[in-house]
C-alpha cells in the first residue's frame, strides 16, 4: 500500500526550513529518501531502518517513528539546489518486503 | 568518476516488439535495482539482485518482463511483446550494500516509447 506524503507541494524562500512527512498504514521496516530534479533521475538522500534512528545529510536530515509507521524529512536553511521532488519509500514486514513509493511532494525554494 | 551507464537512452519501438534495456552498475557494487516511471503510476521497484541473484522481483509484471544479471557488470531488462502502457522512463541503480551502506547510485535511465 502506497505511503502517504506531505505536504503535496511547498514554497519556500531560500533559508528557510521545510518538513516532508511520510506516512503508512502498515508497519515499516524501512523508509528511503530520494530527490528528484526535472528531467533527471533520482538521487538518493538516506535510508532509516527500524529502530527509530535519525539520519543526516549535509542540512538534510530524517526521523523514523516505528510506532506511528512515518518518517519526516527535515529541510534546514533551503538552499536553491533543494528544488525538486522527494520521495519516500516504504518496505514492511520484518526484514524489508513490498518496497512502494510515495506520491512524492514538490518543493520550490525561490531566491 | 564512477557512474552507472544505461543504455539505450531513448528507444521507440512498436507494440509486440522485444525490448532489451542494459544497466552496467559502478565496479564493485554486489547491488543492482530497476525502476519504472510514469507519470500515472510514479515511482516503482520492479526488481533487485544482489551478488547476481535475484532477491526481489515482485513488482515486475512476470508474463512479459524479465531481469537478469548475465555477469557481475550487467543487467537486463527485457519486455516481450512490449505494450503501449510499457510506455515509461526506466531507472537502474546500483550500491555496495555492505557494511550498513546502502546508498544508491542512479543511471540516467531509457526512455521507452512503445507506439
Known amino acids: 500500500q502506497q505511503p502517504v506524503q506531505s505536504p503535496q507541494a511547498v514554497i519556500l524562500r531560500e533559508g528557510e526550513d521545510a518538513v516532508i512527512n511520510c506516512s503508512s498504514s502498515?508497519?515499516?521496516?524501512?523508509v528511503h529518501w530520494y530527490r528528484q530534479k526535472h528531467g533527471e533521475a533520482p538521487v538518493f538522500l538516506m535510508i532509516l531502518l527500524k529502530g527509530g534512528e535519525q539520519k543526516g545529510h549535509e542540512k538534510i536530515s530524517a526521523s523514523f517513528n516505528e510506532k506511528k509507521q512515518q518518517s519526516s524529512l527535515y529541510l534546514t536553511a533551503s538552499q536553491l539546489s533543494y528544488s525538486g521532488t522527494y520521495f519516500c519509500?516504504?518496505?514492511?514486514?520484518?526484514?524489508?518486503?513490498?518496497?512502494?513509493f510515495g506520491p512524492g511532494t514538490r518543493l520550490s525554494v525561490l531566491p | 568518476d564512477a557512474r552507472v551507464t544505461q543504455t539505450p537512452r531513448h528507444k521507440v519501438t512498436e507494440m509486440g516488439q522485444e525490448v532489451t534495456m542494459r544497466c552496467q552498475p559502478i565496479?564493485?557494487?554486489?547491488?543492482v535495482f530497476w525502476y519504472r516511471q510514469t507519470m500515472m503510476q510514479g515511482l516503482e521497484l520492479l526488481a533487485y539482485?544482489?551478488?547476481?541473484?535475484?532477491?526481489?522481483d515482485s513488482g515486475m509484471p512476470k508474463d512479459r518482463f524479465s531481469a537478469e544479471m548475465p555477469d557481475a557488470t550487467l543487467a537486463t531488462l527485457k519486455i516481450q511483446p512490449s505494450e503501449p502502457r510499457d510506455s515509461a522512463v526506466y531507472f537502474c541503480?546500483?550500491?555496495?550494500f555492505g557494511s550498513g551502506d546502502y546508498e544508491q547510485y542512479f543511471g540516467p535511465g531509457t526512455r521507452l516509447t512503445v507506439t
Open positions: 502498515k508497519a515499516l521496516y524501512s
Open positions: 565496479l564493485g557494487h554486489n547491488t
Open positions: 541503480a546500483s550500491g555496495p
Open positions: 539482485f544482489r551478488n547476481r541473484a535475484p532477491l526481489d
Open positions: 519509500g516504504t518496505e514492511g514486514g520484518n526484514y524489508g518486503q513490498n518496497f512502494v
